[in-house]
């Protein structure tokens, strides 16, 4: 039996006549009956009494009306959640980050919640390393980098820039200079994050290059509580810039630019090329289209170039 079917026999049940509902149906009374007819003969049984005068149902036909009008309400509801999908008044956006790179999406989340407060945007820790493969597979709709993905299927956009500084605390003896060396950062005790990275790998490559060793004497399992211990004057951290801008800005730290690293980080916002995306996802990427308001882009955390 066919929804469209089941809405004929719902509405001769509460008219409790054929040719009424006929006349509601802006159908013939012949169509009507027919529709009814092929009903009964899909479950086998009679749905209304032909011996009264009104269209009585039977106990089949009870029954029945039951299920009809739960499956009518199903029908109802799940066109309503397609059509607040395609309004946005529901849905979700899936993103990957690892723990770094969520500060350089804070200002894009804000703005896109701004426009759409009903759709649910969900960040999941994800190693940079793996970001690329599931966006390109379809697991995450976008993914924030710092490196151009390898994947071919990939396109990028440019959050903003980014640089590599040694947190300090501000009594610190280094705290006054303009900047500092490795040599001078290898004399430290330096807090690290125990997670491998890729900026990780970078800047402890840098350290072999230049023959020297990096003094990691602490390690930590998050930013946040390395932050924390450099404050606490454990030590000094090497960081990009925009994990500390809340502790910088209010003089809990103080960063210093290293030049030795050469490591100013391009944030990257990364994304299928093609393949279906989900409205929510749709109008997430439109906040970076260059046709987008310029008050919006203006609110951007950098410069927004779109790469292959």
Do not use: W
Not at 130 to 152: K, M, R, W, Y
Not at 271 to 288: C, D, E, Q
């Amino acid at each position: 039996m066919e929804l469209s079917e089941l809405r004929v026999f719902l509405k001769v049940a509460s008219e409790r006549s054929f040719s009424r509902a006929a006349m509601k149906l802006h159908r013939t009374q012949p169509a009507v009956s027919q529709s009814i007819r092929r009903i009964e003969e899909s479950i086998g049984e009679r749905l209304f009494d032909r011996s009264t005068k009104d269209a009585t149902l039977t106990e089949a036909g009870r029954l029945l009306r039951e299920y009809a009008e739960r499956l009518q309400r199903l029908a109802e509801e799940a066109s309503t959640a397609v059509k607040d999908l395609r309004d946005l008044r529901r849905g979700r956006v899936l993103i990957g980050a690892n723990e770094a790179s969520v500060h350089a999406l804070l200002p894009l989340i804000a703005r896109f919640r701004e426009a759409h407060p009903m759709v649910h945007v969900e960040v999941r820790r994800v190693p940079a390393r793996q970001i690329g493969a599931e966006v390109a597979q379809g697991s995450l709709d976008f993914g924030i980098l710092t490196f151009q993905p390898s994947e071919d299927n990939l396109k990028s956009v440019v959050l903003g820039h980014d640089e590599m500084v040694m947190l300090v605390h501000p009594d610190h003896p280094l705290a006054g200079s303009k900047s500092v060396t490795l040599a001078e950062c290898a004399r430290q005790t330096v807090i690290a994050h125990n997670d491998p990275s890729h900026v990780r790998e970078r800047v402890l490559q840098q350290f072999q290059q230049e023959g020297i060793p990096a003094r990691i004497l602490i390690s930590l399992p998050s930013l946040e509580g390395i932050k924390r211990a450099v404050a606490m004057q454990l030590g000094v951290a090497v960081l990009p810039r925009r994990c500390a801008e809340a502790e910088i800005a209010r003089r809990e730290l103080v960063a210093l630019p290293m030049p030795d690293l050469k490591l100013r980080r391009q944030v990257r916002l990364v994304y299928r090329k093609a393949g279906h995306r989900s409205h929510a996802a749709t109008a997430f990427l439109g906040l970076l289209s260059p046709a987008a308001p310029a008050r919006k882009r203006k609110a951007s955390v950098g410069a927004t170039t779109e790469t292959a």
